[in-house]
């Protein structure tokens, strides 16, 4: 498998996990997922074979949409070893893939969540304290509430 390497914002990043996403120099990217060409289902993360036709060799890499709608999400204060808590997880349904992301929240407080609404891939630090340096360099995707345009134009 190859190796991503990050620029911009991110040089230095690692994936948390080979293969899951992808970012562009200015910081956006996208999660990668497969989708059998045989019956139409999209996967996250990838699968090795269809779980709905059990075909191998009909399976191509697409990149999954970066906006999706709040399916749930629920707020952890106990976690495995390492995790600092309070954090936020939900699961976001991706506007055109048909996927059901699970995934953290960020940039939120929970007050700001609500089934239903609309949100947007980020890439972030692990909410994880690091053990070593390669810790320290892992990035992960996240899920956000977009953020509201400035409303500063127009004022004097
Ligand atoms: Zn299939």
Redesign the pocket.
Known sequence: MKTETFCGEFEGALPFRQGLFLINPDGSGYLMGNR??????TFFPRREF??????RS??EEVKLDTTGTLYTFTTVFRAAPGFKTPYMVGYIDLEKNGVRIFAPITDCRPEALKIGIRMELVFGKMNKTPKDEIDKKQLTYQFRPPRQPSNRKGFI
């Open positions: 059998c060409q045989l019956c139409g289902v269809c779980i709905e036709c059990y075909q009909h399976l």
